[in-house]
């Protein structure tokens, strides 16, 4: 995965997770108000966090990527073993 589509990724993942945080705020009775600013916190910590999970994925000598995104590997970092 480049760059533009880990970001587009990352854009994704924070509107699906607000969804459902969303969801919980209006089940509580939390004001509008409130979410409103919770939403924009919400989705800005979400994609921070994406992003240094992202970072920690490429830590030479520490894990590398296979072909099945959800596995990760102890596998010391080559550049044969580098993710696109």
């Known amino acids: ?3 533009e589509e880990m970001e ?3 854009f994704e993942l924070a509107e699906d997770h ?6 919980l705020l209006f089940a509580h009775g939390i004001p509008v108000k ?10 800005e910590a979400f994609r ?8 920690d994925m490429y830590i ?3 894990i590398k990527l296979i072909d099945n995104p ?3 590997s102890s596998n010391p970092y080559t550049k044969s073993n580098q993710a696109s």
């Open 34 to 43: 409130e979410s409103d600013i919770a939403r924009y916190h919400y989705k």
């Open 48 to 55: 921070h966090g994406y992003k240094h999970c992202w970072e």
């Open 70 to 72: 959800y596995e990760l």
């Open 1 to 3: 995965m480049n760059k």
């Open 8 to 10: 587009h990724r990352c």
């Open 18 to 23: 607000w969804s459902y945080i969303e969801d």
């Open 60 to 62: 030479p000598g520490q």
